[in-house]
């Protein structure tokens, strides 16, 4: 064997939860010396992300299927490395199918490779950064194997933009160009769920859904702390859709979907 220059290891097999998943292992920022974020530092830490709103996506799902039958499909927007794609994907067998969007090259690997080990054969996955129109992004490039919390890149420049772990450089030179599209442009014949978590883009992904939002009202999970608390509120709420906080995400359901019923009731 001829030997080259050493190379870290950064991404890893974990049996999560969630499924044998592709972690980085240093998908993560420190705020102290024992507190931090990011997926991988959950996933590594504790095997699961968020299962409290795993739990509530899939109770949502069972929902429209329930309401609205087979064929339910959802969009990920800020896929990650895929814990929600693979548990909705999962439930969903046989019913219902997933979109799941990532704008990062490296965690778009990630999560295509965690779609096909745990035979997602209802998931896609596509490699681009959703917005409201259709076009190239320049993002900036993250070096993975050092310490950052990846998914909560910003890849369109904010005035405060929040510290990671890395420091992010978005001029040309040194960002690379990926396809921008919106969510209409997929030409989904239903969408039940659209899940949006992209650092402070989720105003212009709804812009970018406009059409499909009102065509189809499908449930709308947007996170809301980057994004412009207010306006994204009274963009949903303009269209006819109750609005809830769960966590750091509005739940947003359109009046005339039954499910809304269910979350009114619940404690």
């Known amino acids: 064997m001829t030997t080259g220059p050493s190379r870290k290891i950064a991404f890893v097999l974990a049996a999560s939860d969630h499924g044998t998943m592709i972690v980085n292992r240093f998908d993560y920022r420190m705020i102290d010396e024992t507190r ?14 968020d299962p409290k709103g795993v739990d509530l996506t899939l109770s949502l799902l069972a929902l429209r299927r329930q309401y609205f039958g087979d064929g339910v499909h959802v969009i990920d927007c800020g896929a990650n490395i895929g814990t929600f794609t693979l548990e909705w994907a999962r439930q969903m067998t046989g019913w219902g199918s997933v979109t799941a969007i990532e704008a990062q090259e490296r965690i778009y690997y990630a999560l295509a490779g965690n779609i096909a080990i745990n035979n997602c054969f ?56 990926v396809p921008c599209i919106t969510l209409d442009s997929l030409g989904l014949a239903r969408v039940d769920l659209v899940k949006i978590d992209v650092e402070g883009m989720e105003l212009e992904v709804l812009a970018g859904a406009a059409g499909l939002i009102e065509q189809y009202r499908p449930i709308v999970i947007a996170e809301f702390i980057k994004a412009g608390k207010e306006q994204l509120r009274a963009w949903l ?23 809304l019923g269910h979350i009114a009731k619940a404690p």
């Open 36 to 49: 931090g974020f990011g997926v991988g530092l959950d996933i590594l830490n504790t095997s699961s992300f």
């Open 122 to 177: 209802n998931a896609r996955a596509v490699l681009a950064a959703a917005g409201d129109r259709l076009g190239v992004m320049k993002i900036p490039v993250l070096d993975y194997a050092q310490p950052a919390s990846f998914g909560s890149v910003e890849i369109k420049k904010r005035e405060n933009p929040e510290f990671i772990g890395q420091d992010l450089d978005y001029a040309s030179e040194h960002a690379v160009e």
């Open 237 to 259: 709420e303009a269209r006819d859709y109750s609005v809830t906080e769960s966590d750091i995400n509005f739940v947003a359901i359109h009046k005339s979907d039954k499910t």
